[in-house]
């Protein structure tokens, strides 16, 4: 459990949490991810989540800003817990991700195409490099898109939701972000090796 969180609750953080902000006395025995769509509802705990098959991926996350990092990620995949909720995966469309919410600002939600997704093993991750996501890395539970800039992975899961409808989301609303979110080719900062490289193609960056 990460350090700043005593007894199942978290303390008071300055870290960038859900893109906007931490939770306040967020309850980690307590919390679900709660999953919906036509099968119906289902409420899985952090400890449900980890009796799934483990994953490992050593992967490189991508965001926006420009800068990328290769660490080892940690979790479920997305297809499994669909699958166990009921879902056929031929029939989803879109995934609407919804965070905890916080008093002050509310709650994070963005939207992405699944099919894609899942072909992609998109993640829900738990632990990077061995330990538990820190809160300024989405504690308790992130989804990992490889294939997507990071502020179409939100932090903080509260809830999935499988949809007809491809919503924007807060960043595409408030600075004009694609809606896809495919990381793109273009030059970025590659925090593992410490300098700048070009990504020659979109989606995953796989090259180095």
Same mark, same amino acid.
């Given at each position: 459990?990460?350090?700043?969180?005593?007894?199942g609750?978290?303390k008071?953080?300055?870290s960038?949490?859900?893109?906007?902000?931490?939770?306040?006395?967020?309850?980690?025995?307590?919390?679900r991810?709660?999953?919906?769509?036509s099968f119906g509802t289902?409420?899985?705990?952090?400890?449900?989540?980890k009796?799934?098959?483990?994953?490992?991926?050593?992967?490189?996350?991508v965001?926006?800003?420009?800068?990328?990092?290769?660490?080892?990620?940690?979790?479920?995949?997305?297809k499994d817990?669909?699958?166990? %909720? !009921?879902? #056929?995966?031929?029939?989803?469309?879109?995934? =609407?991700?919804?965070?905890?919410?916080?008093a002050? *600002?509310?709650? /994070?939600?963005?939207?992405?195409?699944?099919?894609?997704?899942l072909?992609?093993?998109?993640?829900?991750?738990?632990?990077?490099?061995?330990?538990?996501?820190?809160?300024?890395?989405?504690?308790?539970?992130?989804?990992?898109?490889f294939?997507?800039?990071?502020?179409k992975?939100v932090?903080?899961?509260?809830?999935?939701?499988v949809?007809?409808?491809?919503?924007?989301?807060?960043?595409?609303?408030r %600075? !004009?972000? #694609?809606?896809?979110g495919t990381?793109?080719? =273009?030059?970025?900062?590659?925090?593992?090796?410490? *300098?700048?490289? /070009?990504?020659?193609?979109?989606g995953?960056v796989?090259?180095?």
């Amino acid at each position: 459990m990460p350090s700043d969180v005593v007894n199942g609750i978290s303390k008071p953080s300055s870290s960038i949490y859900y893109q906007e902000g931490p939770p306040e006395n967020f309850d980690v025995l307590g919390w679900r991810l709660e999953v919906v769509g036509s099968f119906g509802t289902r409420a899985y705990s952090l400890a449900d989540l980890k009796a799934f098959p483990r994953k490992d991926f050593d992967r490189r996350s991508v965001c926006v800003c420009n800068w990328t990092i290769r660490q080892l990620y940690t979790g479920l995949l997305l297809k499994d817990l669909l699958l166990d %909720a !009921g879902l #056929p995966p031929a029939h989803a469309k879109y995934l =609407k991700q919804t965070s905890i919410g916080t008093a002050a *600002k509310g709650k /994070y939600e963005c939207t992405i195409e699944l099919g894609p997704a899942l072909e992609r093993a998109a993640l829900l991750c738990y632990e990077i490099e061995h330990e538990a996501l820190p809160l300024m890395r989405g504690f308790p539970l992130r989804l990992i898109d490889f294939g997507l800039y990071n502020y179409k992975c939100v932090k903080g899961l509260a809830r999935l939701e499988v949809t007809p409808e491809n919503e924007l989301g807060e960043w595409e609303r408030r %600075a !004009g972000y #694609p809606l896809d979110g495919t990381v793109r080719p =273009k030059k970025y900062w590659v925090c593992d090796l410490k *300098k700048s490289m /070009y990504v020659s193609s979109e989606g995953e960056v796989t090259e180095f």
